[in-house]
Every structure is written in structure tokens, then in C-alpha cells.
């Protein structure tokens, strides 16, 4: 099969492989319709993480199973599943508790940019469609394998809801999706921090009330200029930096919640501005399953379009174009076809 390689910093091939196998009873394998690239992956392509070169990569997947081990009971051959970045089983105390993402079994589930995937603990982690769907209900069942999920946790965690106002620092896929998230859990407005205009529009598309386009403190002033001098009572942190953290929270009333959802790199908090603030901090990696059947059931009514993030596609060989596009901000998200 082919799959996407990183063999360093900027240098993404795609190459022959061999298929994926059953290895456990509890595997499944899953001929992909389609997988994508997620702002996570330019972290090890801009050379800020190390890495045992070469690294199959790819974490977001949809697509039909084509077999599965002697003990997947739930699962079947031939249906279309959507599942998470970290496999799961679903049962232990940890992912009944709704955080499937550090389940006592997790597994990472990667090389996802590639024709076909195994995928462990299937039972636990992927979720079937009620059927084949049609082809432009895809790029949003694929979205909800990670980037919607994930935007979905960071309102979660920032306790969105009826009547309040929240701020997304980062207009990202995850960012974009978190505006549509804090929409359909009601809030009252939303600012979404964006120096990017076709980011800025689809985010009015999906929710977004303000735009507020300065960064840092002088971001931090125009958000706290829109709510009366109080700051946000929610917001979402959609990057990952020290600067998109702090913002974060100094944009945070007292009181308020803070959701990070970005995966951080050199992000250090002073204790004693924490200790001030008043600010309540949940975050982590997105617990993806815990939230597949609701927003496949959303996606299928057709009362949410999370695929629209997806505004560049190409064929699966076409991936180190994917990986530029990405980069140099040409594209917000791009979505490959095996």
C-alpha cells in the first residue's frame, strides 16, 4: 500500500508499504476513504519535535473494515467507522468516566495517511456509521475523528453554555470547529481571535459574533473591551504556545474556565498569576470517542458541516503538497485521498 513518511523536518514522501495485519484479537483492519493532515503533524515538519526518523504518519481516519480479530464482537466487516487518535477499550473506570483518551489500555493509532490502517482495541474505539454514507458526508465523518472532537472538548472543558461569552485563541481547524461547537451548545457570543480573512468568514459561517484580529496583551485588551472590562467566561485554547496560553487565560474572567486543546510546546504558567486569576484550567488530549455518536448523529442529520475546515484536497501521493500548503497558511486544512 501507500503511505505518507516523514523522513525529516519538511521532507514527507509517500512510499510503498506493506498492508497492516491483524496482530491482536482485538484488531480491526480499515480500508480508508479518507484521511487528512492535522496541525499537530507541522510540529516534527517545522523541526520543533525530534523524531526516530522515518515516522508513518496520520492519526485521522474514516473509512470501511475489511476484517477484524477473533475477539471484535461489535465490529464488523464492511461497516464505515470513524474512530480516535488513541485507541481505547472503552470499559475500564477511566473511559466510563468520559476521558477514553488516557484509558489504562490506550494505544496510539498511527499512520493513518495511507490506504489502510489497523486499528487496536476496535470494539472500544471506533464507531460504526448507521450505514456506507453518501461521498460528501465524508470530509465531516473524517473531521470527527479528531479536529471536531477535539474543538468539541475544549468547549466542553471551558463549560460553554446558554448565555455565555466565549473566546477562541486560534483559528485552526480545531479553533474553527470550537467556534461551531460553542454555537450548537448555545453560547450567547463568540470572539474569535483571527488575523486571517477567509478564517475569519468561515468562522461567522459557523458561529463567531466578534473578531478580534491583536495578539498578546493588546488581544487580551480587546476581548476584555467587548465584556464590559470582565473578560470571557469561556475560552479555548486552539494553538499551543506560551503566547496563545497566556493570552488564554488573561483573557479568562475571574471565575472563568479555560479549555486547552492545543497540544503545548514551551508552554510554561506562572503559579502566582494562576493563583490571582481565579481561572479554572481543563484540558488535554481530546477524549474523541466520548463524543463520536452525538456528533456522528449530528453530521447525518446534516444540522452541522464540520467538513467545510477541509479547503484543500488531494490524492494521498500528493501529500508533501498537503504538508506546504499547510505551512505557508495556503490552506487551513487539507484532506487526502487514498
Not at 487528512?36 to 515538519?45: F, N, R
Not at 481516519?61 to 487518535?85: D, H, K, L, N
Not at 461569552?165 to 463568540?190: H, P
Not at 464590559?228 to 488564554?248: F, K
Request: with cysteine.
Amino acid at each position: 500500500m501507500r503511505a505518507a513518511i516523514m523522513h525529516g523536518p519538511g521532507d514527507v514522501r509517500v512510499e510503498e508499504r506493506d498492508e497492516p495485519r491483524i496482530v491482536e484479537p482485538t484488531d480491526a483492519i480499515v480500508r480508508l476513504a479518507a484521511t487528512c493532515i492535522c496541525g499537530s503533524d507541522l510540529w516534527p515538519y517545522r523541526g520543533f519535535e525530534d523524531g526516530e526518523w522515518p515516522v508513518p504518519m496520520g492519526h485521522e481516519y474514516a473509512g470501511v473494515v475489511e476484517e477484524v480479530g477473533g475477539g471484535v464482537t461489535r465490529i464488523r466487516p464492511g461497516q464505515f467507522v470513524i474512530g480516535s487518535f488513541f485507541a481505547s477499550d472503552n470499559t475500564c473506570e477511566i473511559c466510563r468516566a468520559g476521558y477514553q483518551t488516557s484509558c489504562i489500555r490506550r494505544t496510539p493509532v498511527g499512520g493513518a495517511q495511507a490506504e489502510v490502517l489497523r486499528v487496536p482495541l476496535a470494539d472500544g474505539t471506533l464507531v460504526a456509521t448507521p450505514g456506507l454514507p453518501p461521498d460528501d458526508l465524508v470530509p465531516s465523518l473524517l473531521a470527527a475523528s479528531d479536529v471536531l472532537g477535539t474543538g468539541w472538548f475544549g468547549a466542553v472543558a471551558a463549560q460553554v453554555g446558554p448565555g455565555k461569552t466565549v473566546a477562541v485563541v486560534g483559528d485552526g481547524a480545531v479553533g474553527l470547529l470550537a467556534v461551531l461547537a460553542a454555537r450548537r451548545l448555545g453560547a450567547e457570543r463568540i470572539i474569535v481571535m483571527s488575523r486571517h480573512e477567509p478564517r475569519q468568514e468561515l468562522a461567522r459561517e459557523f458561529g463567531a459574533t466578534d473578531v478580534v484580529v491583536e495578539r498578546g496583551d493588546e488581544g487580551v485588551a480587546h476581548v476584555k473591551d467587548l465584556t464590559g472590562g470582565l473578560g470571557a467566561h469561556s475560552v479555548i485554547e486552539a494553538v499551543g504556545t506560551q503566547e496563545s496560553m497566556v493570552q488564554a487565560v488573561r483573557a479568562t474572567r475571574p471565575g472563568g474556565h479555560v479549555g486547552f486543546v492545543g497540544v503545548p510546546h514551551g508552554v510554561e504558567l506562572s503559579g502566582r498569576e494562576l493563583f490571582f486569576s481565579h481561572v479554572h484550567l481543563h484540558g488535554g488530549p481530546a477524549p474523541v470517542r466520548r463524543f463520536l455518536p452525538e456528533l456522528i448523529e449530528l453530521i447525518y442529520d446534516r444540522a452541522i458541516d464540520p467538513g467545510r475546515v477541509f479547503d484543500l484536497e488531494l490524492p494521498l501521493d500528493q501529500a508533501a503538497e498537503g504538508y506546504r500548503a499547510m505551512d505557508e497558511r495556503r490552506a487551513i486544512k487539507t484532506l487526502l485521498r487514498p
